[in-house]
């Protein structure tokens, strides 16, 4: 037996937005770039204290970043789209790293590795930033003093989850 098929109608005085024509596609563009730059990660290391023994360790061959795509360090902002602050940052080195920053192209990300350049750690002083978040807006915070290579992994597996699911300006003519 046919059953009847009750449309649904919006409520009276609502207003429907009309999709887009190519809403689509668009979607589907935004998943194949957010894949592509997960995986093509850019690290640019600002290494200023311990942590950085660390850093070293992540790069090293036993927890081969590159299984992530981010094996390859960029010793020029231009080229990097990963800015990792590795280490304590005094008031002095703060408008090194804000020029840094804004050298590197979109779209970027920063990590704030270890407490120090989270919050600046047990130096509560005034020679030390307190966290670069004060100066430069922060993706993904990494906590230890310093941090396990592990925690660092998993920070940027977090990262590439936030990458892929970001909008991404396509400008036309790059497809
Ligand atoms: S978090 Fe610890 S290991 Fe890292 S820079 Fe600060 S004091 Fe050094």
């Known amino acids: 037996m046919a059953r009847n098929i009750i449309p649904i109608q919006p409520a009276a005085g609502t207003q429907v937005a009309k999709e887009p024509t190519f809403d689509y596609f668009t979607t589907k563009k935004d998943e194949l770039v957010g894949w592509a730059r997960k995986f093509s990660i850019f690290p640019y ?41 590795v280490g304590t940052v005094s008031h002095k080195q703060a408008p090194v790293l804000r020029r840094i920053y804004e050298q590197m192209c979109e779209p970027k990300w920063v990590m704030a590795f270890g407490v120090c350049a989270t919050s600046g750690g047990f130096y509560n002083n005034y020679a030390v930033l307190q966290g670069i978040d004060k100066i430069i807006p922060v993706d993904i915070y990494v906590p230890g003093c310093p941090p396990r290579p592990e925690t660092v992994i998993d920070a940027i597996m977090k990262l590439q989850d936030q990458i892929a699911g970001e909008h991404h300006v396509i400008l036309k003519g790059d497809f």
């Open 45 to 85: 290391p600002f290494v200023t204290a311990c942590c950085g023994m660390e850093f070293m360790s992540v790069s090293s061959t036993l927890y081969d970043t590159d299984r992530f795509g981010a094996a390859l360090p960029r010793f020029t902002p231009r080229q990097a789209d990963l800015l990792m602050v």
